[in-house]
T-cell receptor
Framework: EPEVTQTPSHQVTQMGQEVILRCVPI?????FYWYRQILGQKVEFLVS????????KSEIFDDQFSVERPDGSNFTLKIRSTKLEDSAMYFC????????????FGPGTRLTVL | GQQLNQSPQSMFIQEGEDVSMNCTSS?????WLWYKQEPGEGPVLLIA?????ELTSNGRLTAQFGITRKDSFLNISASIPSDVGIYFC????????????FGTGTRLQVTL
């Protein structure tokens, strides 16, 4: 069964460093998302992406964040200058048709900022 | 921002018992989804609901889309140990890039 994959599974970085989190969405899906989950809390929306541009972003997704689909398969989230409060699980999700609602999530990348 | 409140916050039940949990919102959603999350993993989709009043089953799981469109319910029958995890509801409005708004979660523990 097709699935969303994410790398790395765990990233440790120093405050102020740039990180890139990578995702490979399900191959025929057209809509891509990033969410984050701070330890013990609910999952929060960051950004949605369709047709090579951002569709919507939350207030969390400030100018330190960017997303890119550099080729036909990868979808990346970049944090330019990490802060301690960026420590969280970051989940990529994809769906085929934005009207259908069924978003499929990857296993996540645990980001730890020291 | 919008808040989806789930209750109960946590449940401790015995294997074989039935479980009910719900999710309420102050605003309307067009789609409701239920996800299960196990430690260190991503949310796994259990059930999706698209119409007010809809009742949908997936094995031992049954979910309902409330008629007011502001709530949803999930039932698990005859619980087993592998049902342990956190159950999240998520609401979605079409026409807003389909972002999901997640609930606060219900943590389920099953004892033998």
């Amino acid at each position: 069964e097709p699935e969303v994959t994410q790398t790395p599974s765990h990233q440790v970085t120093q405050m102020g460093q740039e990180v890139i989190l990578r995702c490979v969405p399900i191959s025929n899906h057209l809509y891509f998302y990033w969410y984050r989950q701070i330890l013990g809390q609910k999952v929060e929306f960051l950004v949605s992406f369709y047709n090579n541009e951002i569709s919507e972003k939350s207030e969390i997704f400030d100018d330190q964040f960017s997303v890119e689909r550099p080729d036909g398969s990868n979808f990346t989230l970049k944090i330019r200058s990490t802060k301690l409060e960026d420590s969280a699980m970051y989940f990529c999700a994809s769906n085929l048709d934005r009207g259908l609602g069924e978003q499929f999530f990857g296993p996540g990348t645990r980001l730890t900022v020291l | 921002g919008q808040q989806l409140n789930q209750s109960p916050q946590s449940m401790f039940i015995q294997e074989g018992e039935d479980v009910s949990m719900n999710c309420t919102s102050s605003s309307i959603f067009n789609t409701w989804l239920w996800y299960k999350q196990e430690p260190g993993e991503g949310p796994v989709l259990l059930i999706a609901l698209y119409k007010a009043g809809e009742l949908t089953s997936n094995g031992r799981l049954t979910a309902q889309f409330g008629i007011t469109r502001k709530d949803s319910f999930l039932n698990i029958s005859a619980s087993i140990p592998s049902d342990v995890g956190i159950y999240f509801c998520a609401g979605q409005r079409t026409g807003t890039a389909s972002k999901l708004t997640f609930g606060t979660g219900t943590r389920l523990q099953v004892t033998l």
